[in-house]
């Protein structure tokens, strides 16, 4: 079937893209930059048509517990919020990690800290790539970077999802939740009439019971688990690295941007061109797993790296990482919901690297 | 073809659904399209705006600070962007409350007096109609057919009553736009 | 009367009087001697077995004593977070409705951290039976104050007991839930007798049959005894329990449906 062209906001993408991809339920709470999703889905009504389950929680802490228990059951189940919400969700989704229950959080991101600002920013992504709740665990962290991409990381979030039993974070922003693009919508896919054998859906005589927990008590136990989880996410950055590169095959200097940022360094790459400086562009669609290997690569070719980002300087260290010092590493970036101008990244990459 | 726009006025003056009607239009013409609202408390009162980027190649940055062309629809949206269009470049706006016309000299400045229009035809509602058909004079990058089209996606279908009146609206816009400087 | 000659006289199967449930596990229960837990969940896996309803039961198990409820019962379990069972249960009944779903509370879980869930859970009528075991203290943690401890109890961040004007009053859960539009059957047992057991086992029967019928939520409370928490013997708690918690939590139905 032929995709379906559409012209729609980021966050209606995210929901559109839901009932297409079969998803089992939504559980949200509204907050802004991102309340157009539980609004897309409410009058959408996808109960009357695939029967996707769709429900206003009490708060962001419940919509997340009410994804561990659909999670739980083996179904496609999903939540978005922005910057505080997800805070409040940070218990849940430990909980998730450790259970390790597949699931969909679709984090809108907004400036911080504290309730901050409504307007776009990065400054979650310690948060989302480094755990964000107690004890050791990762998500798997895609960043869209256009509407489309909010679309079609739905689906693919899921399959991640089910295929490391491991929660998947949509890391979005204001900026690409509000705008308006062209997006090509995949054709319905129906819900999965089957549940992974793990699921909680009732004890047939034909099986153990399944016990969904976090807890083990043994502390040799608990930490044989914890390197079952070590070993999922060694395996996850052996296979699961995604980036886009743009113009880096003659670049002199790089410049490292996900999301957002990755469009505005897009006319940064232009600009610095047009002005003699070869300047190229990485763009991590993973942010974990990290491209640190070509990031590594890449450090041996230019002579250094801008990580810009609306944040105080978040990726950067991972991009230090992956650099292991071969060149320098600068990060650029404006916070508290202003987004970073194309001009102001090249005057940032020329007084960093060429002076003036 | 890249056409980098900004509208920006008072919330309530249909600039997010004027920018909304040229990003439909756009797409039904098969061109690459971004629409990037401010969003927030703005959009009850206060000052609205939105970047539109209508293009023949991928969009890179649906944010940016220069604009081909800025169409204002009030006096503080006049302040605040008129540093912003590039050198030879278009400024429409509409002289309904403006006390400090434009000072530049390299930029080519029109003027449409929607509201008024608007309030003589007895329509309000189709003030931005109107300024969205001033720009098309200016500017013929969507074929007039194809914003009809974008008007019909864009509304509700039970707005679609409307649109011989929006139609209207948008000839009486390209009549009544006139130039009042050419770039120096 | 029959005169037993040993052991194996007595493990014939003609002479059971009484054996543990199909449902009941091999485990070995972890509740301090006494106390109430045990009894409950032996009613809960009574019922379910009578009723069929192995294939159909998905448990919640809270944080507290009866965090490590999943050993005890084989059925299907999910743990919660501390307080989130009816946020979880909420989405466990409405992406299974067939399926018979219940929570098994504690006085911290559903009436402290998980107050919101509790009563949200409730108040949009999830078809979802929560088995609230209230026995005035935090067990699990080592005898702190629970929202229901009475007023002027001592536990071990009351020690000289509590003062209602600088810790608050004990909260009454199940009253409120009754008061909601979404509860269909609120309760309150105790299972410290033989005949009061016989009570709280009709009374979740009930609320079985309720939600077969999708009417509602349905919280059955259950009054028990903390012999360790309240350092006491296990005949002296319940003494106290029916002198000082009855006359705060009375027994009975709160709210019974009106057909």
């Excluded at chain 3, 409820?69 to 249960?89: F, K, T």
Aim: net charge neutral; proline share 5%.
């Amino acid at each position: 079937m032929e995709k379906e062209l559409r012209l729609m906001k980021g966050n209606e993408a995210v929901a559109e893209a839901a009932i297409r991809a079969g998803v089992d339920g939504y559980f949200g709470y509204p907050i802004t930059p991102q309340s157009e999703i539980i609004e897309y889905l409410m009058d959408a009504n996808p109960a009357e048509t695939t029967g996707m389950v769709v429900l206003q929680a009490e708060s962001e802490i419940a919509a997340i517990n009410m994804v561990y228990g659909g999670a739980a059951c083996g179904k496609k189940v999903m939540t978005t919020s922005s910057s505080p919400g997800i805070s409040l969700k940070q218990e849940g989704i430990s909980y998730i990690a450790g259970a390790e229950l597949p699931c969909l959080i679709v984090n809108v991101v907004r400036g911080g800290p504290g309730l901050g600002t409504i307007q776009p920013a990065q400054s979650d992504y310690f948060q989302a790539t480094k755990g964000g709740g107690h004890g050791d665990y990762h998500l798997i962290v895609l960043a869209p970077a256009s509407v489309q991409e909010m679309a079609d990381f739905v689906e693919l979030s899921f399959d991640l999802a089910f295929k490391y039993r491991n929660p998947v974070m949509m890391l979005s922003d204001g900026a690409i939740g509000q705008m308006m693009e062209k997006v090509y919508l995949s054709p319905h896919k129906e819900r999965a009439k089957t549940v992974p054998e793990w699921a909680t859906t009732g004890k047939p005589t034909t099986r153990q019971r399944n016990i969904i927990t976090s807890l083990d008590l043994d502390p040799n136990r608990q930490e044989l688990f914890n390197r079952k989880l070590l070993a999922k996410y060694d395996e996850i950055r052996e296979k699961e690295v995604r980036f886009e590169e743009f113009q880096c095959e003659d670049a002199e200097y790089l410049l490292v941007a996900y999301g957002t940022s990755a469009r505005v360094c897009q006319k940064s790459v232009q600009l610095a061109r047009e002005q003699g400086i070869k300047a190229g562009l990485l763009r991590p669609i993973t942010l974990f797993p990290f491209p640190t290997k070509r990031i590594n690569e890449l450090a041996g070719k230019v002579k250094g790296m801008l990580s810009v980002e609306m944040s105080a300087g978040q990726m950067v260290e991972d991009v230090l990482l992956s650099v292991s010092g071969k060149v320098p590493v600068y990060h650029f970036g404006r916070m508290g919901g202003i987004v970073t101008t194309p001009e102001e990244v090249v005057e940032s990459l020329k007084s960093k690297f060429i002076g003036g | 073809m890249t056409e980098e726009i900004i509208i920006a006025g008072f919330g309530g003056q249909g600039v997010l659904s004027m920018g909304k009607i040229m990003a439909y239009s756009g797409v039904i013409q098969d061109m690459e399209v971004s629409w990037m609202p401010s969003y927030g408390p703005e959009m009850r009162g206060g000052t609205a705006n939105v970047i539109v980027i209508i293009s023949s190649d991928r969009i890179s940055s649906p944010i940016i600070k220069r604009f081909d062309t800025a169409i204002i629809l009030n006096q503080q949206s006049l302040d605040k962007f008129e540093s912003s269009i590039k050198s030879g470049g278009v400024l429409i706006y509409d002289g309904n409350g403006i006390t400090r016309h434009p000072e530049r000299k390299d930029i080519n400045i029109y003027r449409v007096d929607a509201a008024e229009e608007a309030s003589r035809m007895n329509s309000p509602k189709i003030f931005n109609t109107i300024v969205l058909g001033g720009f098309l004079k200016v500017k013929p990058i969507i074929k007039l057919e194809n914003v009809i089209k974008g008007l019909k996606k864009s509304l509700p279908e039970r707005y679609h009553n409307l649109i011989p009146m929006n139609e209207k609206a948008l000839k009486r816009g390209e009549e009544i736009i006139k130039e009042v400087q050419k770039a120096g | 009367m029959v005169q037993f000659t040993g052991i194996k006289e007595i493990i014939k199967p003609e002479n059971l009087v009484y054996k543990k449930t199909n449902i009941m596990t091999k485990n070995i229960l972890s509740y301090c001697p006494g106390c109430g837990h045990g009894t409950a969940h032996r009613i809960l896996a009574e019922i379910i077995d009578e009723e069929g309803l192995q294939s159909e039961a998905i448990g919640v198990s809270p944080v507290g004593c009866s965090v490590f409820m999943y050993y005890y019962l084989d059925i299907d379990w999910q743990e919660a977070a501390h307080g989130r069972a009816p946020a979880v249960a909420t989405a466990i009944k409405r992406l299974l409705p067939e399926k018979f779903v219940f929570t098994y509370q504690g006085d911290g879980d559903l009436a402290a951290i998980g107050t919101a869930e509790t009563i949200h859970a409730c108040n949009r009528g999830e078809n979802i039976l929560i088995i609230f075991i209230n026995n005035g203290i935090y067990g699990m943690t080592g005898g702190q104050m629970a929202p229901t401890t009475l007023p002027g109890m001592k536990s071990s961040t009351s020690p000289y007991g509590r003062d209602v004007k600088t810790m608050g009053n004990p909260i009454k859960m199940a009253d409120i839930i009754a008061s909601l539009p979404g509860s269909y059957y609120v309760t309150r047992q105790s299972v410290h007798t033989p005949a009061n057991v016989k009570k709280t086992k009709k009374a979740i029967r009930k609320a079985v049959q309720y939600q077969k019928l999708n009417k509602g939520t349905c919280l059955v409370e259950i009054l028990s005894n903390c012999p360790s928490g309240w350092k006491m013997t296990p005949v002296q708690s319940n003494k106290w329990m029916e002198e000082n918690m009855f006359p705060y939590y009375p027994l009975g139905d709160l709210k019974t449906p009106k057909e």
